[in-house]
Structures are given as structure tokens and as C-alpha cells.
């Protein structure tokens, strides 16, 4: 059971089983994308799911600290409204990935979109599980941290490492 979904609107309880779909990840050539906060650890917004995170990227998180220079957590970004400013989100982390892709596209000019991802997946930085995913402090899990092979746990085949799969 699900009571905290959908997002975007009014959460009610459903039953979740093999015919729910998870959008926009079981669609073919998608990468899904987590975010890590400043201690590599996935952030409190962050998507996590068995088979639903393939890679995960910087993308920032307030209920961390960080001696970054925004001393909040949140990493430096384009904002809404145009301009720059402190930021988290999975729409931070998104465009680590895809100019990683377009760095491994440009040296390797013969891959296609899905040796791309693969060499970004095969070339990231292993995670392990948090001993207590526990976003909010208030000791109780908030999630449960699956490892595993590539694309099943928590952090999907881990954090991107742009030199490694540039340089492969």
C-alpha cells in the first residue's frame, strides 16, 4: 500500500503491484536520475525504488550542512526567472547526467545513446547503504536502502564519475 502518492495532488491510499508503471523510467532510452546530497547520500526528495534509479548525481539537500559556500546544503544553479542562485532538487542532478552523456557522446562519437548510459553507469562511483536513511532526524527509516547490482538499489549503479567514463 501507498498513501503518500500521488505528489501532485490529493495522496490517498492505493495498492501498488506489477501493473503500476513507473513513469517516466520503464520508458525505453530514460535514464532515471537520483539526487545526492553534499555527504553522498541520496537527498530527502529524492526518488529511490528498486529498478526506479539508474544513476545518481549531485543535486544538493538542505537537511544536510555543507561547508559548500551556500552553507546549506543546496549547490549553485540557473533559477527560475533566469539568473543564478542556491538551489536542490533532482532538476540539479538531471543536468550532471546529461552532460555527462553529451562528454562521453563527444569522445566517443560512435556510441549510441544507449552505450553512453551504460558507460556512465559501469564507470560510477559504487554507494553503499546508509546505516539509517533518516532524512528528517527523527529516528525512524524513511526509506529502505536495497544495494545491488547495477540499476536495482538504492543509488541505481551509484554516483556518475564524468573523468572515469570520459576516459574510458
Same mark, same amino acid.
Given at each position: 500500500?501507498? @498513501?503518500?502518492?500521488?505528489?501532485?495532488?490529493?495522496?490517498?491510499?492505493?495498492? *501498488?503491484?506489477?501493473?503500476?508503471? @513507473?513513469?517516466?523510467?520503464?520508458?525505453?532510452?530514460?535514464?532515471?536520475?537520483?539526487?545526492?546530497?553534499?555527504?553522498?547520500?541520496?537527498?530527502?526528495?529524492?526518488?529511490? %525504488?528498486?529498478?526506479?534509479?539508474?544513476?545518481?548525481?549531485?543535486?544538493? @539537500?538542505?537537511?544536510?550542512?555543507?561547508? =559548500?559556500?551556500?552553507?546549506?546544503? /543546496? *549547490?549553485?544553479?540557473?533559477?527560475?526567472?533566469?539568473?543564478?542562485?542556491?538551489?536542490? %532538487?533532482?532538476?540539479?542532478?538531471?543536468?550532471?547526467?546529461?552532460?555527462?552523456? =553529451?562528454?562521453? /557522446?563527444?569522445?566517443?562519437?560512435?556510441?549510441?545513446?544507449?552505450?553512453?548510459?551504460?558507460?556512465?553507469?559501469?564507470?560510477?562511483? @559504487?554507494?553503499?547503504?546508509?546505516?539509517?536513511?533518516?532524512?528528517? %532526524?527523527?529516528?525512524?527509516?524513511?526509506?529502505?536502502?536495497?544495494?545491488?547490482?547495477?540499476?536495482? %538499489?538504492?543509488?541505481?549503479?551509484?554516483?556518475?564519475?564524468?573523468?572515469?567514463?570520459?576516459?574510458?
Amino acid at each position: 500500500m501507498d @498513501d503518500g502518492s500521488p505528489n501532485n495532488g490529493t495522496a490517498g491510499p492505493r495498492v *501498488i503491484n506489477q501493473q503500476c508503471q @513507473d513513469m517516466p523510467t520503464e520508458i525505453k532510452g530514460v535514464v532515471g536520475v537520483s539526487a545526492l546530497g553534499s555527504t553522498a547520500v541520496k537527498s530527502y526528495y529524492s526518488n529511490y %525504488g528498486v529498478h526506479v534509479t539508474d544513476i545518481a548525481a549531485p543535486g544538493g @539537500d538542505s537537511r544536510v550542512g555543507s561547508d =559548500a559556500p551556500s552553507g546549506n546544503g /543546496r *549547490i549553485y544553479s540557473t533559477v527560475a526567472g533566469g539568473g543564478w542562485g542556491w538551489a536542490q %532538487g533532482t532538476s540539479m542532478a538531471s543536468p550532471h547526467v546529461a552532460g555527462l552523456v =553529451a562528454l562521453i /557522446r563527444s569522445t566517443h562519437p560512435e556510441y549510441t545513446a544507449d552505450q553512453a548510459a551504460r558507460a556512465m553507469e559501469e564507470q560510477a562511483i @559504487d554507494l553503499s547503504c546508509p546505516q539509517l536513511y533518516d532524512t528528517n %532526524g527523527d529516528g525512524t527509516a524513511d526509506a529502505r536502502c536495497q544495494g545491488g547490482p547495477s540499476g536495482v %538499489g538504492f543509488y541505481g549503479a551509484g554516483m556518475i564519475d564524468a573523468l572515469a567514463a570520459v576516459t574510458q
